[in-house]
């Protein structure tokens, strides 16, 4: 049972370029998460999808995009990294039905440089 | 949107003394608030949860309280040892929407 598990682990990218962040959970989750990392400034929300086939905005949606692609993954895109994106990204999901205990994926450390 | 502020940012505390962390919210309507603690280059991971039908609870040495009259509540820490060293995040939750504070790094002093 491995959780919730993304990929890739680290990534560096030169400004303009895209990329997809994966992320999938083996624990039947409906809610899924990603969330940036910044110094100072906690967790703050990308995206999120509260159950398969939705997804919505969360605090800092600008320059990302999302897949809810079926009920174990879901995927986020930049497609023109900026440095600013530069952060630590999680993944997280919970069970859905009310809102639970999340559980986090290992983190992907991104720089654009 | 939430908005959830945390103070402090840091805290150092001797071991053994008591640490507490504090928390606002700004939507009456949040009924869920969990801590999560986050060791260096780990992911976070929930140390204690609140629903908001509920003003306290408490495991082993970690407690939390929540006045919802208020819209704050509290984590608190007793005999603090050298493995509570951490950053602790502070979260409260809409319709599957969950925002953290920024996060408060709790340094334990042998």
């Known amino acids: 049972n491995a959780g919730v598990t993304q990929t890739p682990k680290f990534q560096v990218l030169k400004t303009g370029q895209s990329m997809t962040l994966q992320c999938a959970q083996d624990m039947n989750h409906n809610s899924m998460y990603w969330y940036r990392q910044d110094p100072g400034m906690g967790l703050r929300l990308i995206y999120y999808s509260a159950s398969e086939g939705t997804t919505d905005k969360g605090e800092v949606p600008n320059g990302y995009n999302v897949s809810r692609l079926n009920k174990r993954e879901f995927s986020l895109r930049l497609e023109s990294a900026a440095p600013s994106q530069t952060s630590v990204y999680f993944c997280?999901?919970?069970?859905?039905?009310?809102?639970?205990?999340?559980?986090f994926g290992q983190g992907t450390r991104l720089t654009v440089v | 949107g939430e908005n959830v502020e945390q103070h402090p940012s840091t805290l150092s505390v001797q071991e053994g003394d008591s640490a507490v962390i504090k928390c606002t919210y700004s939507d009456s309507a949040s009924n869920y608030f969990p801590w999560y603690k986050q060791e260096l280059g780990k992911r976070p991971q929930l140390i204690i949860d609140i629903r908001s039908n509920v003003g306290e609870k408490k495991d082993q040495r970690i407690a939390v309280t929540l006045n919802k009259t208020a819209k704050h509540f509290s984590l608190h820490i007793t005999e603090t040892q050298p493995e509570d060293s951490a950053v602790y995040f502070c979260a409260a939750s809409i319709d599957y929407k969950l925002s953290f504070g920024a996060g408060t790094t709790v340094t334990v002093r042998a």
């Open positions: 997280a999901s919970s069970e859905g039905d009310r809102v639970t205990e999340a559980f």
